[in-house]
Nanobody, 124 residues
């Protein structure tokens, strides 16, 4: 079983930055691909970014490409989402998720474990 705990959310002004962290427990973190998803108010959960088990491969939603960076530290069992140039449309609950295999994916159904989410609010 993998448990995921997100942190780092908050209220920021447009144009500023935030770094989200996701701490994972369990022995399989270093072999698991990780992802960040978000759920804006009144909308469905959507893909943000994914990183493979070793950190050598990443993928991003077009809406965040060039502004957000996903990274991981397997020694610390932690995955990060660095968010720059935040926009009001980035406002959402952000979720960390883990796969049972090591390859990146943009599909919600490919992830077996989920955190409780952290709120990010961007004011204009």
């Amino acid at each position: 079983q993998v448990q995921l705990v997100e942190s780092g959310g908050g209220l920021v002004q447009a144009g500023n930055s935030l770094r989200l962290s996701c701490a994972a427990s369990g022995p399989t973190f270093s072999s698991s691909a990780m992802g960040w998803f978000r759920q804006p108010p009144g909308k469905e959960r959507e893909f943000v970014a994914s990183i493979n088990w070793g950190g050598s491969s990443t993928s991003y939603a077009d809406s965040v490409k060039g502004r957000f960076t996903i990274s991981r530290d397997n020694a610390k069992n932690t995955v990060y989402l660095h968010m720059n140039g935040l926009k009001p449309e980035d406002t959402a609950v952000y979720y960390c998720a883990a796969r049972k295999n090591g390859n990146t994916s943009k599909w919600v159904s490919d992830y077996a474990y989920w955190g409780q989410g952290t709120q990010v609010t961007v004011s204009s």
